[in-house]
């Protein structure tokens, strides 16, 4: 089966910087679009940034201009660096991608979320 293992979260400073990583395991055949969600306390999961498998990124509008979000293909990973980290920022961050992988007899496409890494944006 596919996981999306991400990593890179933790305690950052007001202003700070942090960089998310996600990759799946298992057997993988290609990625489609990829993206990162975050759910704050009492909040709704909302989309923070996609990118497709050409490159094409879509921001919210809360973090433009301070976060960016990259892909390599070559390694299946998606990236997160956010800049300029604010306490409204603090948030569970999840990882989301639309993963084609073999079941062993067959090719399967299935979209797949990771577990989940907090950012917590303090001082």
């Known amino acids: 089966q596919v996981q999306l293992v991400e990593s890179g979260g933790g305690l950052v400073q007001p202003g700070g910087s942090l960089r998310l990583s996600c990759a799946p395991s298992?057997?993988?055949?290609?990625?489609?679009?990829m993206g990162w969600y975050r759910q704050a306390p009492g909040k709704q999961r909302e989309v923070v940034a996609t990118?497709?498998?050409?490159?094409?990124?879509n921001y919210a509008d809360s973090v433009k201009g301070r976060f960016t979000i990259s892909r390599d293909n070559a390694k299946n990973t998606v990236y997160l660096q956010m800049n300029s980290l604010k306490s409204e920022d603090t948030a569970v961050y999840y990882c989301?991608?639309?993963?084609?992988?073999?079941?062993?007899?067959?090719?399967?496409?299935?979209?797949?979320w990771g577990q989940g890494t907090q950012v917590t944006v303090s001082s």
């Open positions: 989301n991608a639309d993963v084609r992988y073999s079941t062993g007899m067959q090719y399967s496409l299935k979209n797949f």
């Open positions: 298992g057997r993988i055949s290609s990625i489609n679009a």
């Open positions: 990118i497709t498998s050409g490159g094409s990124t």
